[in-house]
């Protein structure tokens, strides 16, 4: 695959479509069988009180791999996010209901680098508070 975007076609402030992602604890369960991270916070709500959190929580992984999907929708191509880095800063709380939680997420193109690359900024919240801090991404562009 390839990139759909062409460099030359994106300018700093170019903004990327922003992107809702629901997670259930059925979500949650999904992705503690694919990854295999079965910590209890992420699925056992009495154990995740009783270690100082609000409720069952999303997986850390997981909401930076949601908020990634917004730059790999963009470019057409997930091979061509040449690197990817983020802070977690708050966590999804998931509640144990039909709607759980959302994560919001939109991103912009922060600098064109060399290469055809440039680095695209994203902003990802739930529930009104930022969940990933310098959350950035370096993408290879057409």
């Not at 076609?9 to 949650?28: M, Y």
């Not at 739930?126 to 562009?141: D, E, F, I, T």
């Amino acid at each position: 695959m390839t990139a759909k975007i062409a460099y030359g076609d994106v300018e700093v402030g170019t903004e990327l479509p922003a992107q809702s992602f629901t997670v259930t604890r059925a979500t949650l369960v999904q992705y503690a069988g694919a990854s295999g991270d079965f910590n209890p916070i992420h699925w056992n709500e009495r154990f995740a009180k009783e270690v100082g959190l609000p409720d069952v929580i999303a997986h850390g992984m997981f909401t930076m791999a949601e908020a990634i999907r917004v730059v790999t929708d963009w470019t057409g191509d997930p091979g061509a996010v040449v690197e990817y880095g983020v802070r977690f800063t708050k966590p999804v709380v998931v509640p144990d209901d039909d709607q759980g939680a959302t994560i919001e997420v939109s991103g912009k193109v922060a600098a064109k680098l060399d290469d055809d690359t440039v680095r695209v900024d994203l902003l990802a919240t739930s529930a009104g508070q930022k969940v990933l801090g310098m959350s950035r991404a370096v993408v290879r562009l057409a």
